[in-house]
């Protein structure tokens, strides 16, 4: 264990429904390991249900409702994906101005698989290099996005370092550049 990121709190910030689970509990777990403090941001308290690609999965508690959530009090962001978790995170108002607060402020966000449909949301990829699972690819490019097919992605064209990675297969190279990024 090291305490790369002590004293550094990381929003998770997931739907209430159809997260992919090992793209939401391997960058928690990493987070933990290297001192951080992981803190799950939903839509509506209470739990959170988690999903292995199609099949229910485990559920996990909601630590803070993102409308009440201040971006102001944490050090960067996690957007695992799931297709259903982000299709349902960009109609929401408030998870969509988190992320744009986030982002607009210089923090880290690492974004994985279809999480980046809720960064298309936020208007938050113009310019900005990027990978995603491949069906994301072209509402990316239509978003202003250079996308590419890469295991892990770090921009460092905006306000603050973007972190990208296509699917689950990359986690491990994923759950790496952004324990380093969110240390730096």
């Not at 108002?93 to 298309?120: D, E, N, Q, Y």
Request: glycine share 8%; aromatic share 6%; with cysteine.
């Amino acid at each position: 264990m090291t305490n790369e990121l002590s004293g550094r709190t990381i929003a998770f910030l997931v739907a209430n429904e159809g997260i992919e689970q090992v793209e939401l509990t391997e960058p928690w777990e990493a987070v933990r390991a290297a001192g951080g403090q992981p803190r799950l941001l939903a839509p509506k308290d209470g739990k959170v249900q988690a999903f292995n690609h199609l099949d229910k999965a485990d559920t996990f508690a909601v630590d803070a409702i993102v409308s009440e959530a201040d971006a102001e009090q944490f050090d960067g962001l996690v957007l695992p994906g799931g297709v259903a978790n982000p299709d349902q995170l960009r109609m929401d108002s408030a998870a969509v101005g988190f992320v744009a607060s986030m982002v607009r402020a210089g923090k880290p966000v690492a974004v994985i698989c279809h999480g980046p449909w809720t960064l298309v949301e936020a208007d938050v990829v113009r310019g900005r290099r990027i990978t995603s699972w491949p069906s994301v690819a072209t509402d990316l490019r239509n978003a202003g996005a250079d996308w590419v097919d890469e295991q892990v992605v770090v921009d460092e064209n905006g306000p603050g370092p973007l972190i990208s990675s296509r699917n689950p297969d990359d986690l491990k190279a994923f759950c790496s550049a952004l324990v380093e990024r969110f240390a730096a």
